[in-house]
């Protein structure tokens, strides 16, 4: 068995954090289905400002589209091309929805940034992506803000599958569960069957890390040399710490009554989704934030190199429950040298919705001169 098969075997889902055109067209992805027990893909205006700006392969739909009767703005044109992506994806993972019975073989596509603190407007784009999609095993992202949950649980209880992204804090994954759950609850009030709606929960990893380990290296900067090796025994182990009790929350709401009720009625457990887990600081061990967290019902989504670097030398065993009363001694720590995991998840979060604005400017503003260039107009 390759590594990536037994990591699929110890209950862990593997999903591509990557997209574009060309790995959908030249069989690159359905290599990876069959090789690399691929069963899933999560995509980001990021990824779609990349693979827009490389080379030509979206400039004949993005052409004919110009050249219509009524040109699109270059928003509608983003969503023009990254909804076909998704439809050409969500069709190559049907294999796999199909053999697990909606339990695998989702492709997500998100909602954009300026819905972020707004429920209404999140769950008005949400709806409009799913119908233009049109496939069941595609998945909205949404971000999880406080209003990002309210449209949780109204898009679960229309039957939207929903990948909640942007997740740092336990609080904010707690808040996720509970709209998740209510919104499964509110369809059986409705009379409306559960089995086929699926979610997870995209539980942020390798950035708690490189935020704690900054503020950890401006405390050692002005440590006593007793006190620097403690605080330099405490970087780059937050971040699995707080993943771990992410995923013991997860085992824990997932086996109270109020669920059972649901899993009665063939309701799906929300699934912890390890995202940010290629290693951003190159003294960690490139495969950490994948060894330190496999375990049933989760999924990781990875980008091609680490998949790769996985499949060559990780090391496959359960880990995600394992030692929790060290992962709670080390937050403890951490907050004990005084960093507050609170004030680095909130950032943290700011941050992501910072970034993910500017990449969807970005992106826009690439499609607008890109249209340009091949419309040649001045």
Known sequence: MTRLEKLHDEGQSIWLDNIDRKMLHNGDLERRISEDFLTGMTSNPTIFEKALADGTDYDEQL????????????WQLFELVETTDVQRACDLFAGVYSAT???????????????AHDANLTIAEARRLWQTVDRP???VKVPGTDEGAKAVRQLISDGINVNITLLFSIDAHEKVIDAYISGLEDRVAA???????????????????TETDKRLDDLIKAANPVDRDRLKMLKGRTAIANAK???????????????????????????????????????????????????PHTVNTMPPALIDAFKDHGDVQRTVDKRLGSAEGLLREVEAVGISIKDVTDKLLTDGLDSFEKSFDTLIAGIEKKTTQLTGAK
């Open 63 to 74: 052409s004919g589209a110009q050249g219509a009767s009524t040109p699109l703005a270059p």
């Open 137 to 139: 095993n595609v998945m």
């Open 101 to 115: 019975r909606g339990g695998d073989g989702y492709v997500s596509i998100e909602v954009s940034p300026g819905v």
């Open 191 to 209: 009379g409306n069957p559960i089995d086929h709606v699926f979610s997870v929960a995209s539980f942020f990893v390798s950035r708690v890390d």
């Open 245 to 295: 009790l992410a995923y013991r929350l997860f085992a824990r709401r997932f086996a109270e009554p109020r669920w059972k009720a649901l899993e009665e009625k063939a309701g799906r457990v929300q699934q912890p989704l390890w995202a940010s887990t290629g290693v951003k600081n190159p003294a960690y061990r490139d495969v950490m934030y994948v060894e330190e967290l496999i375990g």
